[in-house]
């Protein structure tokens, strides 16, 4: 990002992709800040990274990361997605000059949430942006976006953090003890955010327990014959509300993701807690298998995204794991 700044080749439209919880949002904030800060701090050559930091005091840095700046400009999905009206509004914002920042930033939050009539609405100023102004998308992956957005702008992947990284800012920035930060961090997979606040929910104890039953609903699902009823009871509680079950599909894909990866790369599992029954399952059970269940649990999520009903997609996505 520095580079982008450093050689004044700072694109109109950047679109950083990754997983919830990786920083996108804040490096947007601060790249902003670099962007437009009045008293720029250079690093010595004897700095590991040495480069350009934004000062964070000077009265732009302050608005900046306050949400106060009136040429940073955060959109955001109304509910399930970004819609016309928004990005109409914003349209009239960008048909003005900027009040007082050097380089106006738009910063667009979950990009993939735009209606197909916001999208449209976004790609003409994207055609022909306004003088002065960056936007930033963030979006989980490339594919999320329409291909005319896409193509109009330099994309960024985040990494998921290592578990290793995890295990040390819960140990050293939060104070937990070393197996409870290896739960917490197989848990987020590779999603710092996610990580932090499953460590200092006050339900954290459920939590556990929740992956426990996950972990065993999968196992029972993709290695045994589990019954009818089994199956059923199990999809109605995964439907009893929408964050729940979306947050289940998470521990379900990184779950099955160890299971295949194991094979081939087995120091890169998440669930390092459980490599033992990771070892064990993942020996018996077929790669193709496998991936036939993570596309279950994918369709799952997309179609919860799109409203569908929890409970329907639930018997859906158990009956397809049960079957592979």
């Known amino acids: 990002m520095t580079t982008l700044f450093n050689n004044k080749t700072i694109p109109h439209a950047l679109l950083f992709t990754g997983i919830n919880g990786v920083g996108k949002k804040r490096c947007s904030i601060a790249f902003a800040m670099l962007c437009n800060c009045t008293n720029l701090q250079f690093l010595s050559e004897r700095n ?20 106060n700046h009136p040429d940073i400009i955060t959109i955001e999905p109304s509910g399930t997605y970004i819609r016309i009206d928004q990005i109409r509004n914003l349209c009239g914002l960008l048909s003005l000059k900027p009040h007082e920042a050097r380089l106006r930033v738009i910063i667009i939050s979950d990009a993939q949430a735009l209606t197909t009539e916001a999208g449209n609405a976004l790609l003409k100023e994207l055609e022909e942006p306004p003088s002065g102004t960056l936007f930033i998308l963030t979006a989980p992956q490339k594919s999320d976006l329409l291909p005319t957005i896409l193509s109009r702008s330099q994309v960024i992947g985040f990494n998921p953090f290592s ?9 050293i920035g939060h104070g937990a003890n070393h197996n409870d930060a290896l739960i917490m961090a197989a848990m987020a997979g590779g999603s710092l955010s996610r990580a932090i606040t499953t460590w200092k929910s006050k339900n954290r104890i459920d939590l556990i327990n929740q992956r426990k039953w996950l972990i065993n609903l999968v196992n029972n699902c993709i290695i045994s014959e589990p019954p ?88 859906i996505m158990i009956i397809k794991l049960a079957r592979v």
């Open 48 to 67: 590991k990274n040495p480069g350009i930091n934004p000062c964070g005091h000077c009265s732009s840095c302050k608005k900046i990361k306050s949400g």
């Open 228 to 315: 009818p009823n089994m199956l059923f009871a199990s999809s109605l509680r995964l439907a009893k509300n929408k964050e729940f079950f979306l947050d289940s599909l998470k521990v379900i894909k990184s779950w099955l993701r160890d299971l295949v990866i194991y094979k081939y790369f087995p120091e890169k599992i998440f669930n390092k807690d459980m490599s033992d029954k990771i070892k064990e399952i993942a020996e018996n059970v077929s790669e193709e298998s496998l991936l036939h269940g993570i596309k279950a649990v994918d369709n799952a999520q997309k179609k919860i995204l799109a409203n569908s009903a929890l409970r329907l997609t639930a018997e």
């Open 163 to 171: 578990l290793s990284d995890l295990i040390s800012i819960l140990k």
